[in-house]
Nanobody, 116 residues
Framework: QVAVVESGGGLVQSGGSLRLSCAVFGNIISIETMAWYRQAPGKERELAASITKSGSTNTAEAVKGRFTISRDDAKNSVYLQMNSLKPEDTAVYYC??????????WGKGTLVTVSS
């Protein structure tokens, strides 16, 4: 049984910062890619940022220069540092992890609300 648990969401004013954390529990072998997706009200889920086991990152254009993804494999964790937040960053943020065989696991999400 594998559980993916996000934390760190909340309400923040425009221009503020938040740090999201995601921890993976259970018997998951060989985590490869870890990622943060987000889904704004009325919109489809989209990739915010991802990081491979080797440390290569991919960041969506909308958040490039403001969001930074990092991971700690010793803790089976991934983080998303979000700076200079904008109201349009308001969304539920989901953690996604993929193992060596391509199986993906999702968290239940954490809500980030940015007030103007």
């Amino acid at each position: 049984q594998v559980a993916v648990v996000e934390s760190g969401g909340g309400l923040v004013q425009s221009g503020g910062s938040l740090r999201l954390s995601c921890a993976v529990f259970g018997n998951i072998i060989s985590i490869e890619t870890m990622a943060w997706y987000r889904q704004a009200p009325g919109k489809e889920r989209e990739l915010a940022a991802s990081i491979t086991k080797s440390g290569s990152t991919n960041t969506a254009e909308a958040v490039k220069g403001r969001f930074t993804i990092s991971r700690d494999d010793a803790k089976n964790s991934v983080y998303l540092q979000m700076n200079s937040l904008k109201p349009e960053d308001t969304a539920v943020y989901y953690c996604n992890v993929e193992n060596y065989w391509g199986k993906q696991y999702w968290g239940k999400g954490t809500l980030v609300t940015v007030s103007s």
